[in-house]
């Protein structure tokens, strides 16, 4: 599956809606076992959630942005397939709860390209299950350092604490994520499943306990007129960045 | 403690309930205050669950069978006494288990040992509390890639990520572990045991709290017709093998 | 902050006391987003809890006293400024919980400086929370087996498996400290805070919702007469090594 929604893949209610509708169908096609996410739009994976979905609009419009953004995780967080995550790009915030989403993630070695949590940066706080997808994945210590810092690391970096399992070339990416594809596919598609759901099953179903509760928070909370003019002035910052 | 039941010292009934008695014996006898795991048998540190005890038996067996094997776990994992592994062989599935289970791991560095849950590379699921007793040693990521894969480790390999704490060559093995013993028995018994249930008691409450949901869970997974086969077939591989 | 008591800065009722007082102002002061943590003393961050607090007095003071230190952790764990170490000498028992309590740890490459939850060499036992702020810093399996042991690492060691997260030399310690604070103080504080609660709130609220069992739990457990006895033990020892 190929990301294509230039710029920069940002995250929009559309966006998200069409993944989920995407994924939605390979979870019920008994042929499709396996998924490998990656960026056809040139150095970004995925710029993360779309800012102009949470800037100067309805609290309804927040509630439903929201509402996507936990069913995507859920979908991709508690898929049956095997998902791979080959990363050939930038792939800051919710771009990175995607690859963290997946069973593994290879990242292009390139010193330009950075993964990480950043909302703290922006003034915001990663939700619960962001961080709980992210300690599952590196650690109680290493995530409570990287989300209150919101570091954006190098590929490197991620490689080194575990944040990505494995680093490749640009050109090797697509038969690196093929061959850890097959690997995966290899087990008996049954035992992989429950294992999987072994080992999610507790960080899912905190959300799906919480998800009224959850959107809730988001809404109030990106609703703030304070929140609301960090979020335009890092809008600004971007344009003026591109121009 | 040495296991000595050839050719693989595979867990069986007997094995495990002879297991449980000799352990029972050692942990009421105040003059012993520790005990080393290792197996007498050649290349083999123990092959795990013995197969046959879950392949074309009754309802009744399989229950009696895992309430042994819960029942060797809770008396290892909690156990008063220091416990060291010398594991100087290959240690898959429940061998894994009980060498996770002691204080303290170290194995013979032999490229041809190998250790791990390799459960789904047969069909079947590791158990919940197998599965927590591997988080609690290597942590979460290592757990689930290594457990959805059921690899198996070599022993390097195992180092690296804390699987196993110390590589010996085989000829140290008996001696390290002494060393090792000698180290952990230092300490005053009294605070050493209250410190380590302190570490394993969440863990072993969860199996007390689920056993018998845990024992029926077993008995229905391992009593279906498409896991039974796969069972089988995987013993007739392992008999063209050996001839 | 610099701790001045000497010879060794151990943790008295009084000290704690002072402690709590100072970070209770500098919280409610909102100039003050941060604090640095070191030693006035030479070689030594902190020695600990005052053993004198706790052999041979009376029921009443040692309940007094363990509501201090529960209410010393409750501060510098929840603290909603940027908490860091400069760990510039030894830091056994309590004086590694404050390390480990802080967002960054900062020690001094100096061979002699040792840091560790060495309670199990006293014969006595970490309380919970001081384990669960040890098993956020380093994981599970080093938490296991370095309370059991009650090691004391040195700055090497702690560096390896996170227990500090960087080493400097001693003349660079202040610079690298006040460098590290101004990185954290570059995040919005609202955001931070946030993040920090939600990484440490789980563990925070486990010992607030038991605080009154745990003074008791420690109040039984030290006024046993084999506890008072390995404690004067222990006092005679370092009366002699001092003389």
């Known amino acids: 599956m190929k990301f294509k929604s230039p710029p920069v893949n940002s995250l929009s209610l559309d966006f998200i809606t069409e993944l989920c509708i995407s994924l939605e169908k390979l979870e019920n096609n008994r042929e ?20 102009t979905e949470m800037c100067g609009k309805s609290m309804e419009h927040y509630a439903e942005f929201w509402r996507a953004v936990q069913e995507m995780w859920l979908r991709l967080y508690g898929s049956n397939m095997v998902t791979v995550a080959a990363v050939n790009g930038s792939s800051p915030a919710g771009g990175c709860l995607i690859a963290l989403s997946c069973d593994y993630r290879i990242m292009v070695q390139n010193p330009k390209f950075i993964i990480g949590l950043n909302e703290a940066q922006l003034g915001i706080v990663a939700p619960f299950w962001f961080k709980d997808t992210f300690v599952n994945t590196v650690g109680h210590r290493v995530a409570e350092r990287s989300l209150q810092l919101g570091s954006l690391h190098s590929a490197s970096e991620a490689h080194k604490f575990g944040l990505v399992d494995e680093l490749v070339p640009e050109e090797k990416l697509q038969e690196k994520a093929a061959a850890i594809m097959a690997q995966w596919l290899a087990l008996p598609d049954h035992a992989r499943q429950l294992t999987k759901s072994m080992m999610r099953k507790a960080v899912l179903d905190r959300l799906v306990a919480h998800r009224e509760e959850d959107i809730q928070n988001f809404v109030n909370f990106i609703s703030k007129e304070s929140i609301q003019k960090s979020l335009r002035m890092y809008m600004e910052m971007l344009k003026k960045k591109k121009s």
């Open 32 to 51: 499709c076992r396996g998924v490998i996410l990656t960026s056809a739009v040139p150095n970004i994976f995925s710029s993360g959630l779309d800012i």
